[in-house]
Structures are given as structure tokens and as C-alpha cells.
RNA sequence: GUGGGCGUAGCUCAGCUGGCAGAGCACCAGGUUGUGGUCCUGGGUGUCGUGGGUUCAAGUCCCAUCGCUCACCCCA
């Protein structure tokens, strides 16, 4: 091997590959389906965006991001999130200026400068749903029910819903401080210390259980609430449980990422070992104008389509992790010369809505029909020297090998008939 | 960024205290005229991750490097 993908890249070929296509169509569906609407955006962004996006005290602007200078010395930086680059192009194209909410959705790769793991990886992919310029809580729950029915859709059911509401910037810099006051009473190492000064809540995350027992009686967000968070939070649950959308009231939850606030929520998998968030999300009210655009609230969620991969992976059995989308026909051409009548016939069962393919190269009769056998294909058709002479082709039942020659003009009507009772 | 495990065929892997690169599966070609699956026969398809070093001799030992993997950290 001369070349390799760089360190971390996360690439998918057939047939894995067709659960990655699965996962992102089962997002999109319900996304469309809640009448979000497609964007496609930037892959790369001035870095000052995220700096000032995502925040200067994250651990992802700290020491995660792919930045680079380019050719006209702009600092650039691969987009190591969605929320900050989605919001840039729906204020770049005043679509903030119609109708509010303005719901829409991406997916595609995303990037962070990490240590690889299972399910973690430098280059990724994301599916992405962001709804900006509402406070309505209804807003807040329908996202969390366009990202549960997409998991159950996909057939995953070891999937936890944790919720949480962050404060507002009215009520959390009380809880910031009471927080801190309690976490520099406690035995930290020198890092940790740090991290109390500069991001307190992520303390909350560590999962280290020298650290997990000190926090036992640390402060919650919960008790600081001030009245609306308290209210809209409220809100939320409430409508969470007329969806019956289960969740776990999870007061420690903290996400990384600096301009959540309020509602925030996480979808843990049960099978998939240390990176087990397939997803999250939360609310940014207060983002816009960090990146210069107008008071405008927002909620959205990204989910991990490595990690749903691998969820689905954990979660099927047998057959039905065998995703199938090969051949309904197969076409075998006898000699050279039936390759251009193949091309052109399988060509005809295309446009007429049938997966078809057929036998290249110099494979023989037995190894043209070998092929068909495994591409799965319901019927075989053959074309040789025979057939060119009457205008005719053979068709095969690959199942019980009954043969019928069948007119050239008819092999599309003959297939569609017997494939639709498949 | 820290610590552990691992890189041999398309895949899963074997290869002992250094001695001519292997197995199963997959794949390809045959088993008399134009028919798949089961069966039989034949075929190894390889930069032993890469670069150095030790040695008469390195897949094997040493160093470096790249990558994978698991955990921490972080998050999707």
C-alpha cells in the first residue's frame, strides 16, 4: 500500500456503506416530514467563527480544531461542528428576515484534531437539524421527537434519553459561581483546578470516580433556575411526555460546546462502550449576537452517523443486518457481440425502474451465470447468437430455473409483472 | 495530549528458541456443444505497514516511523 487515508479519517465502501446512506435518509425523513427544509453549507469557516460560536474556554477551540492559513492568508478552519456555521448562513441570507422559526437541516463530514477510539474519529459525519427564532418550548420538544422517531425508524432501541436545562444568562452565572465555591473545597489535580476556573460545569462530565465522588453534593443547575427557565422547562417535559417520548432527568449533563443554555439533551446507546453519545443538542439563545447577527433564540441537534452505524451494528441480527439494494435482473451476454444488445436491453429495464446489471469482460456462460447467482438477482437473462437472430432473449428464473424466451420489446412488461409479486 | 494492545493474501488469522511465505473463507479458471447454487480439480492473487540496524540468513530480534485498536481526556 503507497498511500493511506490520513490518521482518523472515517470512510465507508460498499456494502458497509449502505448503513451510513440508511442512517443519514432516516434523519432526513423526519426531518422533512417536520417540514425542515435542506441546507448545504460551508465545510470551512473563518476560524474566528467558532472561536467566538463555539467558545474560547471549549475543549474543541482549545485544542481540537483543524485550522489552517490559506493561500490569500485567511485563517480558515474545517468546521469542527454544525450550529455555528448554520446560523452564519441563515443570518449571511437574512433567511431570519421571513418566517420564524426557520427550520432546516444538513449532514456531512465534520472535523476534530483527536486521539481515535471507537466511534471517534478525526474526520466525521453528522447529521445536523437546527430551528432559529422561536423561544416556544414546542420548538425545543418537536426537535428532540424529529431525532427520537429517526432512531426508532432505524429500528435502535437501546437509546436513552438524558435532559437538562442549562440556565439562561439571568440565573446561571449565579449557579457558576455557588459551583465553583464548591469545587475549589474539593482535592482536584492541577488540571481539573483549571478547568474549575475556567469551565466549571464541564466538571460535572469527568467520569473519573475519584472526582464522580466528590460530586455528590455538589450544586445543581436545577435549583437555581431562575422562573421562565424554570417554566420553560417544565414546558418541555411536559410535552416530551404527551409525545411518550421517554427521558431521564439528568441534572449533571453538561455538553461541551459554550453557547447551550436551557434546555440541553443527550442520546446515550447502551451497546457502544465509551462513546456512547449518538446525539445531542440544546438550546442557544444568545448565539447570533456572539457572531454579530441580532437577538435571535435557537434549539438544534446534531447526531453522530459513525456512532449510529455502530448502534445498528450492535442492535441487528442475521439477516436483517444485511442491508439489500443489488440486482433484481442480471444480464448475461454469450460472446462479444451481445455485449452492445445487453448494454442496450438492461439499459431499457433501468429507465423502466429495475435494478439491473449484467456481466462485463470475457466471463463464459458459466462464470456470466455464477455472477448473476451471487449478484442476488431474481432472473437471469441471456442474450447470444441465437437470440440477436430472432429478436429474442431468455429469461431465467434464478429460483426454480424455468427458462422462456420473450420478445426483446417485452423483457421490461414480462419482468415488471413477475418482479412486483417478488 | 497520556497509557495499554496490534499491523502477514480481498477477509479472519497461523507462522515455535531467526533457516525457501501458509490455512480457511472469498475470488478466478476448468469438470467436452449455451446455464448458476451443492460437489470435484486447478490457480496464491503478498512491498509480511514503512525505513533503518544486528546477522551467513529477519515475518520472527533491536530502533525509529506510519496506521489501527482500547481506555483516559473530549464529544457525535
Not at 482518523?8 to 416530514?33: C, I, K, M, T
Not at 440556565?167 to 465555591?181: F, H, I, N, S, T
Not at 435571535?296 to 439494494?325: C, K, M, N, W, Y
Request: hydrophobic content about 40%; some cysteine.
Amino acid at each position: 500500500m503507497t498511500f493511506q487515508a490520513p490518521k482518523g479519517v472515517s470512510e465507508y465502501v460498499p456494502p458497509r456503506s449502505a448503513l451510513l446512506e440508511e442512517a443519514r435518509e432516516a434523519f432526513a425523513g423526519s426531518a422533512r416530514r417536520a417540514c425542515y427544509g435542506y441546507l448545504e453549507t460551508a465545510v470551512f469557516e473563518d476560524t474566528a467563527l467558532f472561536v467566538r460560536g463555539v467558545g474560547e474556554s471549549s475543549d474543541v477551540v482549545r485544542k481540537e480544531m483543524y485550522s489552517f492559513a490559506d493561500r490569500g492568508g485567511r485563517e480558515i478552519t474545517l468546521r469542527p461542528e454544525f450550529t455555528a456555521g448554520v446560523l452564519r448562513s441563515v443570518l449571511e441570507h437574512n433567511l431570519h428576515k421571513g418566517a420564524l422559526p426557520v427550520k432546516v437541516w444538513t449532514s456531512g463530514p465534520v472535523f476534530r484534531y483527536e486521539r481515535p477510539q471507537s466511534g471517534r474519529y478525526r474526520q466525521f459525519y453528522q447529521f445536523d437539524l437546527e430551528a432559529i427564532g422561536t423561544q416556544d418550548p414546542a420548538v425545543d420538544a418537536e426537535t428532540i421527537a424529529v431525532a427520537w422517531d429517526a432512531y426508532a425508524a432505524l429500528g435502535l432501541r437501546q437509546v436513552t434519553l438524558l435532559l437538562n436545562s442549562l440556565g439562561d444568562r439571568a440565573c446561571r452565572p449565579v449557579y457558576r459561581q455557588a459551583l465553583q465555591e464548591f469545587l475549589r473545597g474539593l482535592d482536584l489535580d492541577a488540571e481539573t483546578r483549571q478547568r474549575v476556573e475556567l469551565n466549571p460545569l464541564r466538571v460535572l462530565d469527568d467520569k473519573r470516580p475519584e472526582v464522580r465522588g466528590q460530586l455528590a453534593d455538589a450544586p445543581v443547575m436545577m435549583d437555581y433556575l431562575c422562573k421562565d427557565c424554570a417554566a420553560h422547562h417544565e414546558a418541555v417535559r411536559g410535552m416530551l411526555a404527551g409525545l411518550g417520548i421517554p427521558f431521564t432527568d439528568a441534572p449533571r449533563l453538561v455538553r461541551g460546546l459554550d453557547y447551550y443554555n436551557r434546555t440541553t439533551y443527550e442520546f446515550d446507546h447502551a451497546l457502544l462502550g465509551a462513546q456512547s453519545g449518538i446525539g445531542g443538542g440544546g438550546r442557544y439563545d444568545g448565539l447570533s449576537e456572539d457572531i454579530g447577527g441580532p437577538p435571535l433564540p435557537g434549539i438544534g441537534f446534531a447526531s453522530g452517523l459513525d456512532r449510529i452505524v455502530l448502534a445498528i451494528e450492535s442492535e441487528r441480527t442475521g439477516a436483517a443486518a444485511q442491508p439489500a439494494a443489488g440486482a433484481q435482473v442480471f444480464g448475461v451476454p454469450l460472446g462479444e457481440e451481445a455485449h452492445a444488445d445487453m448494454l442496450a436491453l438492461v439499459t431499457a429495464l433501468r429507465r423502466a425502474g429495475i435494478r439491473a446489471d449484467m456481466a462485463f469482460g470475457s466471463r463464459g456462460l458459466k462464470g456470466g451465470m455464477r455472477a448473476a447467482d451471487r449478484s442476488g438477482a431474481a432472473f437471469a437473462v441471456l442474450i447470444g447468437a441465437e437470440e440477436r437472430r430472432n429478436g429474442l432473449v431468455r429469461m431465467k428464473d434464478l429460483k426454480n430455473g424455468d427458462q422462456q424466451d420473450v420478445a426483446v420489446a417485452q423483457a421490461a412488461g414480462w419482468l415488471i409483472g413477475r418482479l412486483g409479486t417478488q
